[in-house]
């Protein structure tokens, strides 16, 4: 598959939800089922971590998939632009802690 851009990302997510999904779920639904996958997520890195498991790096690519698509749901259901959304957030993130990182 290609490169995709965090906008193709998120009208790949709304053509699947109107093919496939019937619809968006509601808000708290949709919250519901990123904490499952992000705790799903939890599990698989715990794994490859030398927690409980043997460690399986698919496992951990299709979790990181099942939270990107939540994540993408909520955002698509609100009508956020995720790629705005992570700009704003990096931004943030620089003035904020200016000091705190050393640059390289």
Do not use: H
Request: hydrophobic share 40%; proline share 1%; aromatic share 8%.
């Amino acid at each position: 598959m290609s490169e995709l851009k965090i906008s193709d990302i998120q009208r790949m997510v709304d053509d699947w939800i109107k093919k496939f999904g019937g619809g968006y779920w509601s808000p708290l639904s949709m919250l519901a089922a990123l904490v499952e996958e992000i705790g799903e997520l939890a599990k698989a890195l715990n794994s490859i971590e030398g927690g409980k498991g043997c460690g399986n790096m698919k496992a951990l690519v299709e979790e990181i998939g099942d939270v990107l698509f939540a994540l993408t749901c909520i955002s698509n259901y609100y009508g956020i632009d995720m790629g705005d959304a992570l700009k704003k957030c990096v931004e943030k993130y620089t003035v904020r802690d200016a000091d705190r990182w050393i640059r390289k």
